[in-house]
């Protein structure tokens, strides 16, 4: 089978007849895809993602065919470059382009420090092509922190869309368990549009919460494995392993929401450094609950010791494919790369499709009467 190369890929794409008429969009910070994932689902074009993560390309580029992943850092990228490559028209009333910028900087789990100081400033990296080409329309996800920080780049990222003409801008921080993602997700969501006759509006709440049994379970296609099964299918039912005190462990904590407290004082299982810490990170090690949204699903969301990640009832923690339904991947969106990290990795950094497709939803019908 002949590898498809990046080039091959623009080739192609240059040769292709673009219906001017239909909505498209340009993906920024792109990752696994979840973003492109469920603007696809809504009927928008997707022409590109550009994304610095090398682990991040095979699995977008298979999951989305027609759309180019471009690898590279934002910074390095010409203004002219999508003008020059894909002959993207300035002006295009119908162009959507997306941001949503790594958040280490403004995000309550403390992370990389480096990682963090250089996530800070992206947003207005993705501010000068918003600039350059004018599009109808913006979309910016990010965690809460970027609306609270006392160093957000927000207020001048706002700032700049007013000056370049994008006087409509809505946003506010939502709780993704109302919009069809069976986790407690909270996050910062922005749309903004130059076009005076657009009706936008962030996309409107469920009147319940989504919660985990409506998801994951026999019932719903997931069959009971154990700690360490690997699944070499493209499900990817796959979980990482525990040790025999890790097993034990799991087996004390109580069905359906328990916690590490139902063995602190098991002084074989009790760690040291939670001693006398029966309030302080109580998530850890617990098990989700079937009638609740799952805890926000993190990069760690294979690890029990990196918060409440153990399956509600199975001695392990949740696995990837279950993680990626969680987070609303379709089951057959594969994921093509070489650890379980890597792939957890990709599936907690994303931005769940399902609230991306309601968003396209949104943009599409903003100039219907």
């Given at each position: 089978?002949?590898?498809?190369?990046?080039?091959?890929?623009?080739?192609?794409?240059?040769?292709?007849?673009?219906?001017i008429?239909?909505y498209k969009?340009?993906?920024?910070f792109?990752?696994?895809?979840?973003?492109?994932?469920?603007?696809?689902?809504?009927?928008?074009?997707?022409?590109?993602?550009?994304?610095?993560?090398?682990?991040?390309?095979?699995?977008?580029?298979?999951?989305?065919?027609?759309t180019?992943?471009?690898?590279?850092n934002?910074?390095?990228?010409?203004?002219?470059y999508?003008?020059?490559?894909?002959?993207?028209?300035?002006?295009?009333?119908?162009?959507?382009f997306?941001?949503?910028?790594?958040?280490?900087?403004?995000?309550?789990i403390?992370?990389?420090?480096?990682?963090?100081?250089?996530?800070?400033?992206?947003?207005?990296d993705?501010?000068?092509f918003?600039?350059?080409?004018?599009?109808?329309?913006v979309?910016?996800?990010?965690?809460?922190?970027?609306?609270?920080?006392?160093d957000?780049?927000?207020?001048?990222?706002?700032?700049?869309?007013?000056?370049?003409?994008?006087?409509?801008?809505?946003?506010?921080?939502?709780?993704?368990?109302?919009y069809?993602?069976?986790?407690?997700?909270?996050?910062?969501?922005?749309?903004?549009?130059?076009?005076?006759?657009?009706n936008?509006?962030?996309?409107?709440?469920?009147?319940?919460?989504?919660?985990?049994?409506?998801?994951?379970?026999?019932?719903n296609?997931?069959?009971?494995?154990?700690?360490?099964?690997?699944?070499?299918?493209?499900?990817?039912?796959?979980?990482?392993?525990?040790?025999?005190?890790?097993?034990?462990r799991?087996?004390?904590?109580?069905?359906?929401?328990?916690?590490?407290?139902?063995?602190a004082?098991?002084?074989?299982?009790?760690?040291?450094?939670?001693?006398?810490?029966?309030?302080?990170?109580?998530d850890?090690?617990g098990?989700?609950w079937w009638?609740?949204?799952?805890?926000?699903?993190?990069?760690?969301?294979f690890s029990?010791?990196?918060g409440?990640?153990?399956?509600?009832?199975?001695?392990r923690?949740?696995?990837?494919?279950?993680?990626?339904?969680?987070?609303t991947?379709?089951?057959?969106?594969?994921f093509?790369?070489?650890?379980?990290?890597?792939?957890?990795k990709?599936?907690?950094?994303?931005?769940?499709?399902?609230?991306?497709?309601?968003?396209?939803?949104?943009?599409?019908?903003?100039?219907?009467?």
């Open positions: 089978m002949q590898y498809i190369t990046w080039e091959w890929r623009l080739r192609r794409y240059k040769e292709m007849k673009v219906d008429t239909k969009a340009i993906d920024f792109c990752g696994g895809g979840g973003m492109t994932c469920g603007l696809r689902q809504a009927g928008i074009n997707v022409i590109a993602g550009v994304d610095f993560d090398r682990d991040a390309k095979e699995t977008y580029e298979y999951n989305n065919p027609g180019v992943f471009i690898q590279t934002i910074k390095d990228l010409r203004n002219d999508f003008e020059q490559s894909f002959n993207l028209q300035k002006n295009d009333d119908k162009m959507i997306v941001g949503c910028s790594p958040c280490q900087f403004y995000s309550i403390h992370s990389d420090k480096e990682k963090s100081f250089h996530s800070k400033d992206l947003l207005m993705f501010a000068r918003v600039d350059y080409y004018n599009p109808g329309y979309l910016v996800e990010n965690v809460p922190g970027i609306l609270t920080h006392k957000s780049i927000l207020p001048v990222f706002l700032e700049k869309l007013k000056e370049v003409g994008y006087d409509n801008i809505i946003y506010k921080v939502v709780d993704m368990s109302y069809g993602i069976p986790q407690s997700r909270r996050r910062f969501s922005l749309i903004a549009t130059r076009l005076k006759n657009a936008i509006h962030l996309p409107i709440p469920e009147k319940k919460s989504m919660v985990l049994r409506e998801v994951i379970g026999q019932k296609g997931f069959p009971k494995i154990k700690a360490g099964n690997k699944d070499k299918s493209g499900f990817n039912h796959s979980v990482a392993g525990l040790s025999n005190k890790g097993l034990q799991m087996i004390k904590t109580r069905h359906d929401g328990g916690s590490r407290l139902d063995w004082n098991d002084g074989e299982l009790q760690l040291r450094c939670f001693v006398g810490k029966d309030n302080s990170f109580k850890t090690y098990r989700m009638n609740k949204p799952s805890p926000t699903i993190t990069t760690k969301f029990i010791s990196n409440r990640f153990g399956h509600p009832e199975e001695d923690a949740i696995s990837l494919r279950e993680g990626a339904t969680i987070q991947f379709p089951k057959n969106y594969i093509k790369t070489g650890s379980i990290a890597a792939t957890a990709l599936i907690g950094n994303a931005v769940p499709p399902e609230y991306a497709r309601r968003l396209g939803e949104i943009l599409i019908n903003s100039r219907k009467k």
